[in-house]
């Protein structure tokens, strides 16, 4: 029998379709009964908002491929043409599919506690002429009528935003409705709340304006009215010409993103086929980008819902943070000096991380910091932190990341903000992403200078930190922080790619290295030894590494994937992929870290990075991939990578034939919920810190500089 070719597309599964498949189990978070109903009005805004970036994004993409007449086929074999009309038809099954649940089940279950959701005909004559009042005073003012004709082309509406249209009477018998549009005003409360008398009680913005449109249009028929939506192309074209600089390039593009084609349009399934029609000519949509939905439209807004204040039993049980420095010295480059800190977030807090920024910002021995940027929060204290350690005259050097989808406005606005305050911004490498998460702080001591650093999968913010699983090391290594300043170097000045003795770097080392320790282990499988890999991560992609993992397989290594998001991979396929298991865990919080395990002949390699099995992180990102040496913090990396493997209460598994199936649970057997688990964990490690405190710790490298 040949063997089959690891080319071979049916091997794979096309990457768009399995983005769908993950917010499909997404989806399924907000059907499920058993979770409260706050989280899952978040789901559920997050399933919404997950389309919105994938139109902008990826359906964008595929759209310009066919455009510019591209037919080569991906992995699975299917041209961008095909994927574009299998992705069209899932996403609009998921979005009707969305609608449906918060229409029949979750409004319905939310009015049992109190909190409605009314149309404008529900409501009473008193809140009726309330609601008028509030037109009259706060909204009509902020609203400009758009009346659409030969002399007035139709207006540039922001992607995303929520809009109504208007069919007025012809002026002339027998001629044509002319067409009109209102923007519902992005800066109301998309959700306006009702009297006190009323309870919790809401009507949508759009309803109101809706009900008045008579008071911008006097003396006019209209023959009709409905909310629609766009989706706009978001791609970044940051090409050279003209010698601009990056950050000059970046500005450009998001003006360009605000006018470029319309990729979706979204209306209310009430509308009229003549109304649709005139949007479609209007933005140059052919018919399957329109997507006819139940009202109302954008269902982002459940997460005001999922906000308000009170009503804590439809919620989570808060979140128990663990402090690893209670009862300790909170001076963190004395406690650092004694020991490393592996942080496991949300489980302990990111707290330490936005101490040691501060810290360094204050202290007079400190010399320089030195951090990569991602994404970080809005009032970031970590940035007030750079900014006073720069006023202070330290030398802050900071490598921001412009491009970071969907934040650049606000990355630039802080970025010209450190500027301002003396620190050295760097905007990355032109044409690579920075997606690494580095903070190397370099500090006088009496035995000379001392460099302490943070290196970790997730990015520096305080917020998501309560929300992503993350994993973070604070370490006073030799060896690590020796290769974290020759990573800085390397990208703000002109060097060759640095030599790293612990660290590996994308797009210089990091795929080499994951094929050279994939293909140790198929050898160690070949040899007749034990072999096994163990990997959690957001998306595998990448060809390459598939096949790898194929070849692996074969050979009879274990492999257990925890794959959240995006996977090629098609398990559980004979003779090639029979012992590799894919797994998904969609639950409270979003899995984001990044871990590697390697058995090694028992001489087993464990890894953390910020980087997924991706072709754009492998190959157009710059990405830290680190070693988990100390056995104390190996034992826990790995022991939180096996447990997902034992989650039957959130954990899907992947069939070869593309569908995700919940975990089964034997009868009997105790529901396991990892993210519960981990949480428990967490305190009862802290609990056993507290009673043996006073303990010396295992030593760190840090004799030297």
């Not at 992705?87 to 998921?94: D, L, S, T």
């Not at 501060?358 to 009032?379: E, F, M, N």
């Not at 305050?421 to 990355?428: F, W």
């Amino acid at each position: 029998m040949a063997t089959r070719a690891l080319t071979d597309p049916s091997l794979y599964f096309n990457r768009e379709l399995s983005w769908l498949a993950f917010n499909e189990r997404v989806l399924e978070e907000a059907a499920d009964d058993n979770v409260p109903l706050f989280e899952r009005l978040k789901f559920a805004s997050i399933v919404a908002s997950n389309l919105d970036e994938f139109f902008m994004v990826r359906v964008a993409g595929l759209m310009r491929d066919v455009e510019n007449e591209r037919d080569e086929p991906d992995l699975a074999g299917l041209t961008p043409l095909q994927q574009l009309n299998q992705v069209r038809e899932k996403a609009r099954a998921q979005m009707i599919a969305l609608r449906a649940l918060v229409g029949d089940r979750i409004l319905p279950q939310l009015a049992t506690h109190g909190l409605r959701w009314l149309s404008w005909n529900s409501l009473p004559p008193g809140e009726q002429a309330r609601l008028s009042a509030y037109f009259r005073d706060s909204v009509l003012p902020v609203l400009t009528p758009f009346a659409i004709d030969v002399s007035r082309p139709f207006p540039l509406l922001a992607s995303l935003s929520l809009n109504l249209a208007l069919l007025l009477e012809p002026e002339v018998a027998d001629g044509e409705p002319r067409l009109a549009v209102v923007q519902v005003p992005p800066g109301l409360p998309r959700l306006v709340r009702l009297s006190e008398s009323s309870g919790t009680a809401f009507v949508v913005l759009d309803d109101v304006i809706r009900e008045h449109l008579t008071q911008l249009f006097p003396g006019q028929a209209i023959r009709e009215i409905a909310c629609f939506r766009l989706s706009r192309d978001a791609e970044l074209e940051l090409d050279d010409e003209g010698g601009r600089t990056q950050l000059e390039l970046v500005e450009r593009e998001i003006r360009r993103r605000r006018r470029s084609d319309a990729v979706r349009l979204e209306i209310e399934d009430s509308a009229s086929a003549q109304l649709t029609s005139m949007l479609e000519q209007q933005l140059d949509l052919d018919p399957q980008d329109v997507f006819r939905l139940a009202a109302p439209l954008d269902m982002r807004v459940l997460m005001t819902l999922a906000e308000l204040p009170g009503f804590e039993a439809l919620r989570d049980p808060p979140l128990r943070q663990v402090d690893v420095l209670e009862g300790e010295s909170r001076d963190l480059f004395t406690v650092l000096d004694e020991r490393d800190l592996l942080l496991h977030h949300p489980y302990d807090d990111f707290d330490p991380v936005i101490q040691l920024v501060a810290q360094a910002a204050d202290d007079p021995d400190v010399l320089a910091i030195k951090q990569t940027l991602y994404r970080a929060s809005g009032g970031s204290p970590l940035i007030a932190s750079l900014q006073r350690a720069a006023e202070r005259g330290k030398q802050v050097t900071v490598i921001v990341e412009l491009t970071a989808r969907f934040d650049e406005e606000r990355n630039i606005k802080w970025a010209r903000a450190l500027e301002t305050a003396g620190a050295h911004v760097i905007y990355g490498v032109r044409g690579y992403k920075t997606h690494a998460k580095l903070c190397l702080i370099v500090r006088r001591s009496a035995s000379g200078i001392r460099r302490y650093l943070h290196i970790g999968t997730g990015n520096y913010n305080e917020r998501t930190a309560r929300l992503y699983t993350d994993f973070g090391l604070m370490t006073t290594s030799r060896a690590l922080c020796t290769d974290a300043s020759a990573v800085f170097n390397a990208i703000t000045g002109y060097s060759d790619p640095p030599r790293l003795s612990k660290l590996v770097l994308a797009p210089t080392g990091l795929r080499r290295r994951f094929l050279t320790l994939i293909e140790r282990e198929r050898r160690r499988a070949e040899a007749g030894e034990p072999a096994e890999i163990v990997a959690k991560m957001n998306s595998l992609t990448d060809g390459s590494i598939t096949q790898a993992l194929y070849s692996a397989s074969r050979a009879g290594v274990k492999i257990r994937l925890n794959v959240r998001g995006i996977c090629v991979l098609r398990p559980g396929v004979p003779g090639v992929s029979e012992n590799i298991e894919v797994i998904s865990i969609v639950d409270r919080f979003l899995e984001h870290a990044r871990i590697y395990y390697f058995q090694n002949g028992g001489e087993d390699e464990v890894y953390l990075a910020s980087a997924d099995w991706m072709n754009r992180n492998l190959d157009k990102r710059i990405e830290i991939m680190f070693p988990v040496e100390a056995d104390e913090q190996k034992r826990a990396v790995v022991g939180a990578l096996r447990a997902m493997f034992k989650d039957n209460v959130k954990a899907r598994r992947l069939g070869a034939d593309g569908v995700y199936k919940r975990v089964r649970r034997p009868k009997g057997e105790t529901p396991c919920r990892v993210q519960q688990f981990l949480q428990d964990e967490a305190q009862r490690a802290a609990d056993v810190a507290r009673e043996r405190s006073g303990t010396t710790f295992e030593p760190n490298d840090s004799s030297g500089i």
